[in-house]
């Protein structure tokens, strides 16, 4: 199996769909015009134009059609390598009349087409390396290539050079139905893309559309969008897969541990939770007051799950106890303090005088 052919060695990657998709949109984008015969170019070298030519022409083999891949790059040709096919005889070979041992020879195209172990995939390698490939992409055996191999394959796809170092993709770009255009992320540069789209608009070429490749994301954020990403579940069938069931075990297990959480923080003493707020009673009663003022809407989320109302209503009842008890304790002292008595012998004070007594405190505060 060739690792680089995705859409081959795993057919259910995100990334297998997004070519799935490019060819889709190839197929519907004009129905008026045939989409036969495509160029896969990019600015500069080392965009990855041979990676998405193979992977898209092995997307369109997929669907039933016949499909050919043409490496026109005759300079850095890869697409042999991909495939792992010998390289020789190929397109030059056919363009020049030489066989691939330099002698002269009516090489014809067909022989030159190459299988390439994928159903309904094959693949014209670029042949010997020759000095002059503009020349020769230039003469008339170009246009009888194609008007053969049109009558041959559904899907055409030229693997070009990049468009702007050489003019190669420039002149294939005028003879194809449509172009597509790669690029790198972080390493494209707009203006090379644009100097690329004007040269191939300058000699009457279709640009089709621009690919952006290699943007950065990781898998997990890839499989999250993608829908059908991490599941392998049959139709007739409802069976979680271990990856799902890890999960979903996940979550459980992080709403049990929230759930233990709040019943501490509910059941923790009342001196510790004092303590937390580290603030003055007079304080924290006066913000208590101004929070149950407020409307309810006002409030963020956290703090209404926080607290409820009757929880806060229980704390400001001990609180004003607690204060009861300390003016009752102050008005003991003041008694045994004037009258010289012993603290025992003080009859206790009235709680509704000492509530009194807070609540002009409260008031003057």
């Not at 170009?142 to 420039?170: H, M, R």
């Not at 990856?243 to 233990?260: A, F, L």
């Not at 303590?275 to 703090?303: C, I, M």
Request: glycine share 4%; proline share 4%.
């Amino acid at each position: 199996m060739k690792k680089e052919i995705i859409t081959q060695s795993d057919p259910k990657s995100p990334i297998s769909e997004v070519f799935r998709a490019l060819r889709t949109n190839l197929q519907f984008m004009n129905r008026a015009a045939e989409c036969q015969t495509i160029l896969i170019t990019s600015t500069v070298q080392a965009e990855g134009k041979s990676w998405v030519s193979a992977n898209l022409a092995t997307a369109f083999a997929q669907t039933g059609s016949k499909t050919l891949i043409i490496d026109a790059d005759m300079r850095k040709p890869r697409q042999h390598k991909i495939f792992q096919i010998a390289n020789v005889p190929g397109l030059s070979n056919y363009l020049s009349g030489i066989n691939d041992v330099g002698k002269r020879q009516n090489v014809g195209a067909l022989d030159c087409i190459k299988d390439t172990g994928i159903d309904n995939l094959y693949l014209l390698p670029s042949g010997n390396i020759p000095p002059n490939p503009s020349e020769l992409l230039m003469s008339d055996k170009t246009i009888e290539l194609i008007d053969e191999v049109t009558k041959n394959f559904d899907v055409v796809i030229f693997d070009g050079a990049p468009c702007l170092l050489v003019t190669d993709s420039t002149i294939i770009s005028r003879l194809v139905d449509n172009t597509v255009l790669v690029t790198s992320y972080k390493y494209t540069k707009i203006d090379d893309l644009k100097e690329a789209k004007k040269r191939i608009k300058r000699v009457g070429g279709n640009i089709a559309g621009v690919i952006l490749n290699r943007v950065e994301i990781s898998n997990k954020k890839y499989e999250n969008k993608y829908y059908y990403a991490s599941s392998n579940v049959p139709s007739t069938s409802v069976k979680s897969s271990p990856k799902m069931k890890r999960s979903r075990d996940e979550e459980e297990e992080s709403d049990k541990q929230r759930r233990v959480k709040d019943a501490v923080e509910i059941n923790k003493p009342k001196r510790l939770r004092e303590e937390a707020v580290q603030v003055d009673k007079p304080n924290r009663l006066k913000d208590e007051e101004t929070e149950l003022s407020k409307p309810q809407k006002e409030k963020s989320e956290d703090e209404i799950l926080e607290k409820s109302s009757s929880e806060k209503n229980k704390d400001i009842n001990e609180y004003i106890n607690d204060r009861v008890k300390d003016t009752e304790e102050k008005i003991k002292r003041e008694i045994q303090r004037n009258n010289g008595k012993r603290f025992s012998e003080i009859e206790e004070v009235p709680s509704d005088k000492a509530r009194e007594i807070l609540e002009s405190i409260r008031r003057f505060k």
